[in-house]
Nanobody
Framework: VQLQASGGGLVQAGGSARLFCGAS????????MGWYRQAPGKQRELVAV???????TYADSVKGRFTVAADNARKSTSLQMNSLKPEDTAVYYC???????????????WGQGTLVTVSS
């Protein structure tokens, strides 16, 4: 699976931005798609993912502000980010997951990362 992300850039606090990611390759194996982020000096963390059956998981810090979506064919995912805060500044990584032979253990794929900078 290959992932190509776009969007991001410089946004003022309180503003909005949208990220988009398209998948190619063995897309029919994908079971989860979404976004992670890594701020300077911090570990990569989950932002929001969409799981089979369209259930979503959000980090507490973005609930009510960010919305993740994935199309039915699992070929793309988007992240709508509203009410952005300076602490949202990070490199955002598109993520896709495929199952392995081990139950509840997925293989992770990553896009190239796109920088979102929120100015105060």
């Amino acid at each position: 699976v290959q992932l190509q992300a776009s969007g991001g850039g410089l946004v003022q606090a309180g503003g909005s931005a949208r990220l988009f990611c398209g998948a190619s390759g063995n897309i029919y194996e994908i079971t989860v798609m979404g976004w992670y982020r890594q701020a300077p000096g911090k570990q990569r963390e989950l932002v929001a993912v969409v799981t089979p059956g369209k259930s979503t998981t959000y980090a507490d810090s973005v609930k009510g502000r960010f919305t993740v979506a994935a199309d039915n064919a699992r070929k793309s995912t988007s992240l709508q980010m509203n009410s952005l805060k300076p602490e949202d500044t990070a490199v955002y990584y598109c993520n896709a997951q495929t199952p392995t032979a081990v139950a509840d253990l997925n293989k992770f794929y990553w896009g190239q990362g796109t920088l979102v900078t929120v100015s105060s």
